[in-house]
C-alpha cells in the first residue's frame, strides 16, 4: 500500500509539472500574438465607428495589467485558471468561466461518451476477432473498421442529418429542445441533452471504435502466439477464462495507456461536427475564437482546460495500470 501510495504521489506531481509547462505553452502563444489585448479589443471599437487614440490604448493596457512583467502576468493567470477563473473574453468583456459555463463540460461530457461507446464496443469485439478463426467473421469486422477509418466524421455526420431531413423531417442539430434551451439545469434538461446527444456521440464514436478496433485486435493477436500463452493451455486453461486472465490483461494495457490520446482526438473533431450539428458548447466556442474573433483568451482557457482534463485522465489510467500490473508501479521507484 506504501508502495502505491509513493506511486500515486509520484504521478501527481509529475502531472502537477505537465499542467505547468502547459500553461507556460499557452500564455506564450497568447501573448505572441500580434497586437495585445487592449489593441485587438479597440481595433474592434474602431470598428463599430468608436474613435480611438494611442492614448486610449495606453490606457487600455494599463487597466488590463498588460504592462506589468510577462512571468507576473502568467503567474496571476495560471493561479486564476487553477481555480477555474480565467478573467474576462478580449472581445465579448465578459467573464470567461461566466461564457463558458456549462459549454465545456457538455463538450467533455460528449468525448468521454464517445470514448466509452468506443472500448465499450471495441475491446470484446477486438477479443473476439483475434481469437476466432472464423475468416467470414474477421473479414466482416476489418472491412466495418476500414470503413470507419476512412469515412471521415464530418461527412457522416451530412449522411445522417440528410436521410433525417428527407425521410423524417428533422435535422436532428442542436443539444437541447427550444423550450429547454436557455432553461437552468433540472433533470427534464439532462434527459433533453441526453436526447439530443446520442447523435454527435456516435459521430465522434465512429472513427474512434474503428481505430479501438484495429488496436485490440493487433495486440491480442500478438499476445495469444506467445508461449506463455501456449503454456496456459498446455495446463488445461481454454476459452474466455485463458482470454481474460493471460492475453487480454497484457493487451489492454497499452489500450488503457491511450485514453487520453484518443479523448484529445476525439475533441479535435469534435469542433468540426458541432459545426454541423449547430452545437453550441466548447468545441464551436473555440473555432469562433481562433479563426472569427481572434479571441485568444478564450481560445487559451478552452485548451487549458482541454488539457487539464487529458492530464487528470492520464494520472487516472496510470493508477489504474498500476493496480492490473505491479510492474509499472514498481519501475518508476527503481
Not at 467573464?95 to 466509452?116: D, P
Not at 459521430?203 to 484495429?214: D, H, N, R
Not at 500463452?229 to 481474460?244: D, E, F, I, P, Q
Not at 476525439?266 to 469562433?288: H, K, Q, R
Amino acid at each position: 500500500m506504501l508502495q502505491f501510495g509513493r506511486f500515486a504521489l509520484t504521478r501527481a506531481i509529475m502531472a502537477l509539472i505537465t499542467l505547468l509547462i502547459v500553461s507556460i505553452v499557452v500564455f506564450s502563444l497568447m501573448e505572441l500574438v500580434p497586437g495585445d489585448c487592449a489593441e485587438r479589443y479597440l481595433s474592434y471599437k474602431q470598428t463599430q465607428g468608436v474613435a480611438v487614440s494611442m492614448a486610449d490604448i495606453q490606457s487600455e493596457r494599463v487597466r488590463l495589467g498588460l504592462d506589468r512583467p510577462f512571468f507576473e502576468r502568467w503567474s496571476t493567470w495560471v493561479v486564476g485558471a487553477f481555480q477555474g477563473e480565467f478573467g474576462d473574453s478580449c472581445i465579448l468583456r465578459v467573464n470567461i468561466a461566466e461564457l463558458l459555463g456549462s459549454k465545456f463540460w457538455i463538450s467533455l461530457l460528449i468525448c468521454v461518451s464517445s470514448l466509452v461507446l468506443a472500448y465499450a464496443i471495441a475491446i470484446p469485439v477486438g477479443i473476439i476477432a483475434a481469437s476466432s478463426r472464423n475468416a467470414f467473421l474477421n473479414n466482416s469486422l476489418r472491412i466495418v473498421s476500414y470503413l470507419g477509418l476512412a469515412m471521415p466524421n464530418f461527412l457522416l455526420a451530412l449522411m445522417i442529418m440528410l436521410v433525417a431531413t428527407v425521410y423524417f423531417g428533422e435535422t436532428l442539430t442542436g443539444l437541447f429542445s427550444a423550450e429547454y434551451r436557455d432553461a437552468p439545469w433540472s433533470w427534464a434538461r439532462f434527459v433533453d441533452l441526453m436526447k439530443h446527444a446520442w447523435l454527435p456521440i456516435f459521430i465522434l464514436g465512429w472513427s474512434a471504435t474503428a481505430f479501438a478496433l484495429q488496436t485490440v485486435r493487433a495486440l491480442m493477436s500478438d499476445e495469444i502466439g506467445k508461449l506463455y500463452v501456449t503454456a496456459a493451455k498446455a495446463r488445461g486453461l481454454y476459452g474466455a477464462k485463458l482470454l481474460w486472465r493471460y492475453p487480454a490483461r497484457h493487451a489492454l494495457g497499452p489500450i488503457v495507456n491511450s485514453l487520453g490520446f484518443d479523448l484529445n482526438r476525439i475533441f479535435n473533431e469534435l469542433p468540426i461536427v458541432a459545426l454541423i450539428l449547430t452545437l453550441t458548447e466548447a468545441g464551436s466556442l473555440l473555432i469562433d475564437a481562433l479563426a472569427k474573433s481572434n479571441d485568444q483568451q478564450l481560445a487559451g482557457a478552452i485548451i487549458f482546460l482541454l488539457t487539464a482534463s487529458i492530464v487528470t485522465l492520464n494520472f487516472l489510467t496510470d493508477l489504474l495500470l498500476a493496480v492490473m500490473d505491479p510492474r509499472i508501479r514498481k519501475s518508476i521507484l527503481r
